[in-house]
């Protein structure tokens, strides 16, 4: 029987040399291949152990340098920003890099010094100890051919560089570099910031941070906070009410922006006792003294009026008071920002009431009521109240110049600036965040001073 499977001689001499060819190029072929699996392989491995064990140079290792330290373990007000879990657990597992991240505050043509009474500029350089990303450096400058310097820029709201001129913003826009950051910050509100502002055209892509007093912030740095204790506090006995020898005090300060507080104190004066100190016709009293203080301690309550109703702007006229035991009686944000913001039941609203004479009836007769007076200061058995704008709030150092942690300036707000850079860098964005301070959000956020027209009419037509 034939061997039909059988290929004849002729055919097979015919193509065996090309098959052996084919086989050979697959065979080639799937050698190279694997050449090129392994090698990717061998590379996913060298950059997947270097990851774990290297972090970006952004990130500072503690350790000793010249000059003044500043420790800022001590305070915690205000929300945490972009600190993600992931973040947190490389910062844990990883060694630290070698390089200190470097704050800048641009002082531009800066001719004043607001704060001459809690700190003076620093142009030489001061170092930070901040608990979470080592040392950082800050420094004030002038010159903006030293832009380029700082990891992170901070412009104070005031600080003019010929305000209207674009080509003066242009050309330092230019000396920005990709990791740098640039922050906005200012503690007072938008009402008073109108004419400081930067150039229109340039405002939505120039800033991008915000260091301001509102939790929505990326830095919120508060003027004061009110911490919880762990476990309520035994119940006290003491009258609060004791060794009051006023009814109500005010200290008169700068004309407010958005209404007339002195007019508003004047006419309440008409039918109740007011104590003024400070301005013009005040009796003689200097701000933020111990002697001013224990005047203001000695009454029962103070006129804690904010200069601009805005949100959640609380500034330390209310801290202060509740530090000197004395109950404030508040006109400023909406009633809500109190609740959320100061101790429980530690304030009276005026917009509350329906009229002044309303007001008054009512101090009047808390002021002959001990026991009611003292409900004012059941908050201090569930927690206690930090006021981060005095100078007394900071850890004093002696020879420092170190301002309150409540300013931008200070190492507390330095740390927290240095702590969303890292984590910028560590989490790789690549889509850069602006602020826009002309936005509804900030710009818009002040609102009426009250519902009532008692305290209405007292608020000035907005041009």
Same mark, same amino acid.
């Given at each position: 029987?034939?061997?039909?499977?059988?290929?004849?001689?002729?055919?097979?001499?015919?193509?065996?040399?090309?098959?052996?060819?084919?086989?050979?190029?697959?065979?080639?072929?799937?050698?190279?291949?694997?050449?090129?699996?392994?090698?990717?392989?061998?590379?996913?491995?060298?950059?997947?152990?270097?990851?774990?064990?290297?972090?970006?140079?952004?990130?500072?290792?503690?350790?000793?340098?010249?000059?003044?330290?500043?420790?800022?373990?001590?305070?915690?007000?205000?929300?945490?920003?972009?600190?993600?879990?992931?973040?947190?657990?490389?910062?844990?597992?990883?060694?630290?890099?070698?390089?200190?991240?470097?704050?800048?505050?641009?002082?531009?043509?800066?001719?004043?010094?607001?704060?001459?009474?809690?700190?003076?500029?620093?142009?030489?350089?001061?170092?930070?100890?901040?608990?979470?990303?080592?040392?950082?450096?800050?420094?004030?400058?002038?010159?903006?051919?030293?832009?380029?310097?700082?990891?992170?820029?901070?412009?104070?709201?005031?600080?003019?560089?010929?305000?209207?001129?674009?080509?003066?913003?242009?050309?330092?826009?230019?000396?920005?570099?990709?990791?740098?950051?640039?922050?906005?910050?200012?503690?007072?509100?938008?009402?008073?910031?109108?004419?400081?502002?930067?150039?229109?055209?340039?405002?939505?892509?120039?800033?991008?941070?915000?260091?301001?007093?509102?939790?929505?912030?990326?830095?919120?740095?508060?003027?004061?906070?009110?911490?919880?204790?762990?476990?309520?506090?035994?119940?006290?006995?003491?009258?609060?009410?004791?060794?009051?020898?006023?009814?109500?005090?005010?200290?008169?300060? *700068?004309?407010?922006?958005? !209404?007339?507080?002195? =007019?508003? +104190?004047?006419? @309440? /004066? &008409?039918?109740?006792?007011?104590? #003024?100190?400070?301005?013009?016709?005040?009796?003689?009293?200097?701000?933020?003294?111990?002697?001013?203080?224990?005047?203001?301690?000695?009454?029962?309550?103070?006129?804690?009026?904010?200069?601009?109703?805005?949100?959640?702007?609380?500034?330390?006229?209310?801290?202060?008071?509740?530090?000197?035991?004395?109950?404030?009686?508040?006109?400023?944000?909406?009633?809500?920002?109190?609740?959320?913001?100061?101790?429980?039941?530690?304030?009276?609203?005026?917009?509350?009431?329906?009229?002044?004479?309303?007001?008054?009836?009512?101090?009047?007769?808390?002021?002959?009521?001990?026991?009611?007076? *003292?409900?004012?200061?059941? !908050?201090?058995?569930? =927690?206690? +109240?930090?006021? @981060? /704008? &005095?100078?007394?709030?900071?850890? #004093?150092?002696?020879?420092?110049?170190?301002?309150?942690?409540?300013?931008?300036?200070?190492?507390?707000?330095?740390?927290?600036?240095?702590?969303?850079?890292?984590?910028?860098?560590?989490?790789?964005?690549?889509?850069?965040?602006?602020?826009?301070?002309?936005?509804?959000?900030?710009?818009?956020?002040?609102?009426?001073?009250?519902?009532?027209?008692?305290?209405?009419?007292?608020?000035?037509?907005?041009?």
């Amino acid at each position: 029987m034939p061997n039909i499977c059988r290929i004849p001689r002729h055919i097979l001499s015919r193509y065996t040399p090309k098959v052996t060819m084919l086989m050979g190029s697959i065979k080639s072929c799937f050698h190279r291949l694997w050449l090129i699996l392994v090698l990717c392989l061998s590379v996913f491995l060298v950059i997947y152990h270097h990851d774990k064990v290297t972090l970006p140079i952004y990130v500072a290792r503690p350790k000793k340098v010249s000059g003044i330290h500043h420790s800022t373990d001590e305070f915690h007000p205000g929300k945490t920003h972009r600190n993600t879990n992931k973040a947190n657990k490389r910062i844990e597992d990883a060694e630290i890099g070698s390089n200190k991240i470097s704050v800048g505050y641009f002082e531009g043509l800066r001719t004043y010094w607001v704060y001459e009474r809690l700190f003076q500029p620093f142009n030489s350089q001061i170092y930070c100890n901040c608990s979470q990303v080592g040392t950082v450096s800050k420094r004030m400058f002038k010159k903006t051919s030293e832009m380029g310097s700082f990891d992170i820029v901070v412009f104070p709201y005031d600080v003019a560089i010929a305000p209207g001129i674009d080509d003066n913003w242009k050309r330092i826009l230019k000396q920005r570099h990709g990791l740098q950051r640039w922050v906005y910050a200012t503690r007072e509100t938008p009402s008073k910031l109108r004419n400081s502002l930067i150039p229109k055209p340039l405002t939505k892509k120039t800033y991008h941070w915000s260091c301001t007093y509102r939790s929505n912030s990326d830095i919120t740095i508060p003027y004061g906070y009110f911490k919880r204790y762990e476990k309520p506090q035994r119940a006290t006995t003491l009258n609060w009410a004791e060794n009051k020898t006023g009814l109500v005090a005010w200290m008169s300060t *700068n004309s407010a922006k958005q !209404w007339n507080r002195k =007019g508003f +104190v004047e006419t @309440l /004066s &008409s039918l109740v006792d007011i104590d #003024i100190y400070g301005g013009p016709t005040g009796i003689s009293c200097p701000r933020n003294s111990s002697v001013c203080d224990k005047k203001i301690q000695s009454h029962k309550f103070y006129l804690a009026l904010e200069n601009s109703c805005c949100k959640e702007y609380i500034s330390e006229k209310l801290w202060r008071t509740l530090i000197l035991n004395t109950v404030p009686i508040v006109i400023g944000p909406q009633k809500r920002d109190y609740l959320n913001l100061a101790p429980p039941n530690s304030f009276i609203y005026a917009d509350d009431f329906e009229s002044m004479q309303d007001l008054v009836s009512y101090l009047k007769y808390v002021d002959s009521n001990d026991t009611l007076y *003292n409900e004012y200061f059941k !908050w201090r058995e569930v =927690g206690y +109240v930090i006021n @981060l /704008s &005095s100078e007394t709030a900071a850890p #004093i150092i002696a020879g420092a110049n170190e301002p309150p942690p409540g300013i931008y300036y200070s190492c507390y707000s330095a740390c927290k600036m240095a702590d969303l850079y890292r984590t910028d860098k560590m989490e790789k964005r690549h889509k850069q965040h602006f602020f826009n301070p002309r936005s509804k959000q900030w710009m818009g956020s002040c609102e009426p001073c009250a519902k009532h027209n008692w305290i209405s009419h007292f608020e000035y037509e907005v041009t």
